[in-house]
Structures are given as structure tokens and as C-alpha cells.
């Protein structure tokens, strides 16, 4: 695992960020198994409507697993997840209903490549929002600018950059206009000169107010943009704090001796 | 003490002008040199290649075109062509029945025949026996073997061509199959062609009010055409009529049995998977004759079921069957992260297969699903075992007929063009539309 620390040059004001008091998760004793395997223990999350979360942990320490059970890509057996107040459960309707609110970007954009960059971000809105579709390439072209490649919307995926298509995905699930982003860890298959370009969209984001979780080794990102850092490793969450206090004065030995890993190069 | 040099470095980096390629590497001379001339040995290989090629092609143009006969309208017409060389010259003449006698010096190869003069070269059609020639005397010609020269008959092919296109199909209703083919073939190339307007409606025509209007001009009985039992369709009517109902329906039946194989549903999957196997393990024989004896056994005793349909049913779920684990194999190439992207954004199981999975696995497909399209086109000459007349069985019958015996040679050829005609067709249109379908990726 690699952690890099890309140099941030843009000023980011937290203060301007604010957090409600409104819950927009709340995960609750919640167990999950792959077969036999125990990858996520006893997890207790709670993540207000504006709140910055920065996941870190080794590798398979359970931190993609974890967000990707809140958008339901994996199914937990144990505990409970309520995204908006909506339990995710068994129910297809509950389901579609967290999804509908809950934007992901994936480590490998995953667009589709059969599509433009325009129909990547028009699609869902016109088939699942049911939106007319001059409306909906409005709105993808305003995303777009937002990620500032609008001249990209009649390309296809494969034509752009990483950076680029890493733009369109979060473009994309921008116009769900969704209430809480995941990421798992966008930027960790891009070139290094690709990583700030997308950071500063996230940045850009947050500043927006969004709810993001973001799965990611970009310790600079965690210290400028987040409100609170979470590290797991085992599957279970080891330590979360303000970045601050995460960063200089870590609690746990498990949390120093990653921490020292990543950060001495 | 070793020096490394690490080169001269611009302090402001220009990237240096993109030049032409070397001009002996570009152009026609270019190609030659690189295929065909790199080396002696490779120079040497393209000379045998070229008089293999003028071998083969001489000797077929030569049966095909220049001896070929094209006149006539009965056997007669394709007598061979027997060249007899004389040996002294001669000065043009017109024999008393008409016919020309041409100068040519050559040495004489046959007995001349009284009454003709030497040395010319008699270019009439005679058979190698006593002819009758001027004057009313007979003579006798012999005919060296080698000089008889057998060129195509196509005269056998442009008499019997309306039977292989239609069967039996009655002569005066042919115009209703050929409307029918002609509208069909001209949609299918409209909504094939980029940039027309409503190419989704006439795709929908197509697949829904055609078939029943076709089947309709086909058989009639309605709106005063008089009524054509379907075991009088035949020739290469019928093998469009069975290679394009199995097309259409194998595709999304064959979609739907993917699909339902890789169902979470056990029942379903299970269903899926027996149909599937059982199919593909079967020959296609088995599944004709099946379809004529078996599937009658499942059916309430005394319906009249027709054999055609039967046939058409049969075929259908076998082709199906390939088509499913063809699609199948696409739906696994595709990456996991495309199925996780449209779950994330919400789009359920029937749009996501719809608008993401099945346009990129069909696109990955289209070789192979053109492949058994193409193998299914073919396979339709096997309907003559269960004696349905497709256009090779009219062929045979043609040749089996005792005014054209021994002609199989032309028929087959021109068989063997038709079904070539149409695979190749859609051969080239799967490889355009793999090129536009691709999207840098």
C-alpha cells in the first residue's frame, strides 16, 4: 500500500462547512461475513448531513466493504443501517429508495464506455428520476462544467484521461443531486499528475456542504478537507478523531505504527 | 574513472516537431516492398503464389465464361464445343446449311469430314458422332477427347432459376413472396443505415405487424389471394423464411435463457440451464426430426399441426440455445464494475441489463452471435431430411431431372454463390458495425 500526499495548493475553509445536526447515517452493531470470513465487526457509524469523513486502514481492513454496504452493493447479516432514515433490508424498494440519494465513485470510474460522457451523466436521471431528457442534459452539462470538462460531453469514456473520466463519474453521480457521496478511494489508479484535479473537485464539493465518505490514502486530503478521520483495520474501526489530534497524537499503538508507515517515506 | 553522460538538458522543454515517416515505408510502393519483395525467398514465394492464382483462375473463367453457354432454353443448347483443325488453309466459305468455315493454320488433329475443306477450324457445335454436313452426304468426325471442351451450362440455371427461388410456389402468385422479400430486405437495410429517421419504428414493423402480413401474403386465403399451402413454399424463399424467423426469435429468446441462467432464482436458473444443455447436446438432425415426431405427442390428439411450423419451432430453440451461451459469455466478460455502477445510481435489474449490460455484451458478441447467424443460414439445407424443398434440395431436384442430369456441378456453384452472397453480407455488416460500435476502450 502507498500512501501519497499530494500538494493541495488550494486554501480550503472549514469553517464555511457546516455540519447539522440532522443524522444522514446511522450503522448500528453491524456484522458482516464474506462465507466464513468475518470483514467487518460490530460496526457503530454515525455521520451527520455535512460531515467529511476520511476512511483510512491498511488493505483489507474493511473500509471499502464498509461503504459499500451503505449503498448496498454488499449485504450486512448483522446490526443495522439506516441511510436517511431508510433501512436498508431485504426490501428492493428500500434499496432503490438509499440508492436514489447516495452517489458512489469507484476507484476504477467504471463508466459506461458504450455511452458519451453526456449520456453517462444523463442516463439515471431520465430512467430513474424520470426527468425529460433536454432537462437532464442540462443538468449534466451544468455537472460537467462543475467538474470543468464540459467540452468532454460528446467524447466517449475511452477517450479521456483517468483524471478526466474520475471527473465524469463524480459528474455523473452529481446529478442524481444525491444527499451523501462515497468514494473508494478515487484517486488511488491515477497518475500522480491526475490526483490533484480530482481532489480538487472533491475539495470543491465539500465546500458545497455535500455528505462524503471517502475511502482514501490521501493524507493531505484528510487533513484539509475532513472533519473527522476514521482508521480501520481487522475489520473493525480502531480509532476516529478530528485530523488534528488523528494525525499528531494518534491513541492507539495500531494507529501509530500505520501512521508511521505511511507518512516516513 | 568512467564519465556517464547524462546529455544536455533544456531549461525550457519544447517538444520536438513530429517529422514523416521514411517515404520507401509509405505508399503502394511501400506495401509492396514490406509484403511482397522483403527478401528473395519471400520474392520467390510471391512468384509461385501468382502463377498458382493464374492457374486456377484461367481454368474456372475459362469453364465459367468464355465456354460457357449461356443461350438456349434446353439441353440441346449445351452441346460441347468441338474444334476441329484442319491441315491445309483454306479460304473462308458458308457451307450449303449455313455453316461458316473460318481460316486457321494449325496441324490436323482429326479425320476431316467429306465436303469440308481443310485446314479450318469448324467452330459449330457437332456431336461426336456421323453428322449430317454439306451436300447431304454424311460424315464421320472424330473427336479427340481433349478437344471436346465442357464449358458451364447455364442455360440449366437460368431455366430451372424461378424453382429455386420459389419452390413450388404457383407461377402467377410468385409476385406475392417476392413483394414480401423485397419490402423486407428494404426496411431491414433502412433501419440499418445511420442517420435515417424513425429507424426504431420500422424496427418495431419489422419485428411485429411484418411477420404476420408476410405469413399472410405467403399463404393467403384472405383478401381474395388464392390459398398456398406451405409445403409448396420452397427453394430460397424458404431458406430466408426459416434462416430469418430462427434469427429473430433465437436472439431474444437466447438473451432471456442467458440471462435466466444467471439467475439468483433457482428454479428459473435450474429451467434455464436443462433447456440450454439439452439443446446444445443434441445434433440438429435429432432436433428435426424430434420436432416432426415428438412434438405432436405433447399436443391435444387430432390437432393438425403444421410441419413447417414445427420445423420452425425446433430449429428456433436450437439456435437459441447457442445464442444463450454466446451471450452468457459476454455478460462475463464485461467487468464487475459496471453491474456495481448501475446498482449505485439505481437503475434495477431490467434497465441496467437493458441500457448497460446487454448493448456492451452483445457489442462484445457480435462475431460470435454473426458466426452462428451465419451457421444457422447454412444449416437450413438440412430441412430436406425432414422434406421441406430449401434451395439446395430444389437444386438436387433440378439436377435429378433427366433432361439436366449430370449438371450438378453448375448447380452447386451457383448454390454455393447464393448462400455465399448473404454470409458474406452479414459477415461485412457485423465487421462495420463492430468498427462503430467501438468506442476507444
Known amino acids: ?265 | 574513472m568512467s564519465q556517464i553522460d547524462y546529455g544536455e538538458t533544456q531549461a525550457v522543454f519544447t517538444p520536438r516537431p513530429d517529422l514523416p515517416p521514411p517515404a520507401a515505408t509509405v505508399g503502394v510502393l511501400g506495401w509492396v516492398r514490406a509484403n511482397l519483395v522483403p527478401n528473395w525467398f519471400n520474392a520467390v514465394i510471391t512468384l509461385v503464389g501468382l502463377g498458382v492464382i493464374y492457374y486456377i483462375v484461367s481454368g474456372l473463367l475459362t469453364w465459367a465464361v468464355f465456354d460457357a453457354h449461356f443461350a438456349g432454353n434446353s439441353r440441346q443448347a449445351c452441346k460441347p464445343n468441338v474444334n476441329i483443325v484442319m491441315d491445309k488453309v483454306a479460304t473462308t466459305g458458308i457451307l450449303p446449311d449455313g455453316t461458316t468455315l473460318q481460316l486457321e493454320t494449325t496441324a490436323a488433329r482429326v479425320a476431316v469430314p467429306e465436303g469440308v475443306s481443310p485446314n479450318v477450324r469448324w467452330e459449330r457445335r457437332i456431336e461426336p458422332r456421323p453428322q449430317r454436313v454439306a451436300g447431304g452426304r454424311y460424315a464421320r468426325v472424330a473427336v479427340e477427347e481433349d478437344h471436346i471442351i465442357e464449358g458451364a451450362c447455364w442455360v440449366f440455371i437460368f431455366v430451372r432459376f424461378d424453382q429455386f427461388i420459389y419452390g413450388f410456389y404457383p407461377k402467377d402468385e410468385r409476385w406475392r413472396p417476392t413483394v414480401v422479400i423485397g419490402v423486407g430486405l428494404l426496411l431491414i437495410f433502412y433501419m440499418l443505415t445511420d442517420g435515417l429517421p424513425h429507424r426504431g419504428r420500422v424496427a418495431m414493423f419489422l419485428l411485429l405487424p411484418f411477420p404476420v402480413i408476410a405469413y399472410f401474403m405467403f399463404s393467403g386465403g384472405v383478401l381474395g389471394l388464392e390459398y398456398v399451402s406451405n409445403d409448396k413454399w420452397g427453394g430460397l424463399l424458404l431458406t430466408i423464411i426459416i434462416s430469418s424467423v430462427a434469427i429473430t426469435g433465437a436472439l431474444p429468446l437466447g438473451i432471456a435463457l442467458a440471462l435466466g441462467r444467471r439467475s439468483v432464482m433457482p428454479i428459473i436458473r435450474w429451467f434455464c440451464i436443462v433447456v440450454i444443455e439439452f439443446f446444445r447436446s443434441v445434433p440438429m438432425i435429432t432436433i428435426l426430426f424430434m420436432a416432426m415426431v415428438v412434438l405432436p405427442l405433447f399436443l391435444p390428439p387430432g390437432t393438425v399441426f403444421d410441419q413447417l411450423l414445427r420445423v420452425l419451432i425446433g430449429v428456433t430453440i436450437f439456435i437459441a440455445a447457442y445464442t444463450a451461451e454466446v451471450v452468457r459469455g459476454g455478460l462475463q466478460a464485461l467487468p464487475k464494475g459496471q453491474y456495481e455502477a448501475a446498482d449505485a445510481l439505481g437503475l434495477g435489474y431490467f434497465k441496467m441489463m437493458r441500457l448497460i449490460i446487454l448493448p456492451q455484451a452483445l457489442r462484445i458478441m457480435i462475431p460470435a452471435i454473426v458466426s452462428l447467424f451465419i451457421g444457422i443460414f447454412k444449416d437450413t439445407t438440412l430441412v430436406q431430411i425432414v422434406g421441406l424443398n430449401d434451395l439446395l434440395t430444389m437444386m438436387q431436384l433440378g439436377v435429378a431431372d433427366a433432361e439436366w442430369t449430370g449438371l450438378s456441378k453448375e448447380g452447386y456453384v451457383v448454390c454455393g454463390l447464393i448462400f455465399f452472397l448473404f454470409c458474406f453480407s452479414m459477415s461485412r455488416y457485423s465487421m462495420y458495425l463492430e468498427r462503430k460500435l467501438h468506442t476507444g476502450h
Open chain 1, 1 to 265: 500500500m502507498s500512501a501519497t500526499d499530494t500538494e493541495l495548493d488550494v486554501e480550503v475553509d472549514q469553517s464555511k462547512m457546516k455540519i447539522s445536526d440532522e443524522i444522514a447515517i446511522q450503522i448500528t452493531d453491524m456484522n458482516k461475513w464474506y462465507g466464513s470470513f468475518h470483514v467487518l465487526k460490530d460496526i457503530n457509524l454515525t455521520v451527520n448531513q455535512g460531515e467529511r469523513i476520511v476512511v483510512c486502514g491498511p488493505s483489507g481492513s474493511g473500509k471499502s466493504t464498509l461503504i459499500r454496504c451503505i449503498n448496498r452493493l454488499e449485504e450486512h447479516q448483522q446490526g443495522q443501517i439506516l441511510v436517511d432514515n431508510v433501512e436498508l433490508s431485504n426490501d428492493l424498494k428500500n434499496i432503490d429508495a438509499v440508492r436514489r440519494e447516495v452517489g458512489m465513485v469507484f476507484q476504477h470510474f467504471n463508466l459506461f464506455p458504450h455511452l458519451t460522457v453526456l449520456e453517462n451523466c444523463t442516463l439515471a436521471p431520465i430512467w430513474v428520476r424520470k426527468m425529460p431528457k433536454v432537462e437532464a442534459e442540462e443538468i449534466g452539462m451544468r455537472f460537467l462544467e462543475t467538474v470543468r470538462i464540459p467540452e468532454q460531453a460528446h467524447k466517449f469514456p475511452g477517450q479521456l484521461s483517468g483524471g478526466q473520466q474520475q471527473r465524469v463519474a463524480i459528474a455523473r453521480s452529481l446529478c442524481m443531486n444525491p444527499r451523501i457521496m462515497l468514494f473508494d478511494e478515487p484517486t488511488s489508479a491515477l497518475d500522480p499528475e491526475m490526483i490533484k484535479e480530482v481532489l480538487e473537485v472533491m475539495i470543491q464539493l465539500a465546500e458545497q456542504g455535500m455528505t462524503m465518505i471517502v475511502v482514501t490514502h490521501e493524507m493531505g486530503f484528510a487533513r484539509k478537507v475532513a472533519n473527522r478521520v476514521i482508521f480501520m483495520d481487522a475489520g473493525e474501526i480502531v480509532e476516529q478523531n478530528e485530523p488534528e489530534e488523528f494525525f499528531n497524537n494518534p491513541k492507539s499503538d495500531r494507529t501509530q505504527l500505520f501512521l508511521s508507515q505511511i507518512l516516513t517515506h
